[in-house]
């Protein structure tokens, strides 16, 4: 488990690539959760885009998982 966890921040940390329709769907299916609209009330600071801010989201997520 930590294993993955690990290997997905890894591919999250990397460049992203070009936009994707299966990608962009995904990005706003996590953008419609309670847990993702949760965290973004406890933001100080305001990403810039969607994207940026749904990458943020998974990594702390991730990352909160591995330990």
């Known amino acids: ?9 890894i591919i999250m940390n990397s460049t992203p690539a070009p ?3 299966v990608w962009q769907n995904l990005q706003q299916a996590i953008a419609a959760t309670s ?3 949760c965290w ?3 933001q100080s600071e305001v ?3 969607l994207e940026s801010q749904v990458r ?7 990352e909160t998982l591995a330990y």
């Open 40 to 42: 973004q009330d406890d």
């Open 47 to 49: 990403a810039s885009t």
């Open 19 to 21: 936009a994707t329709p």
């Open 1 to 9: 488990m930590l294993q993955n966890c690990i290997e997905m921040a």
């Open 35 to 37: 847990g993702f609209k």
């Open 56 to 62: 943020r989201y998974l990594r702390q997520t991730l």
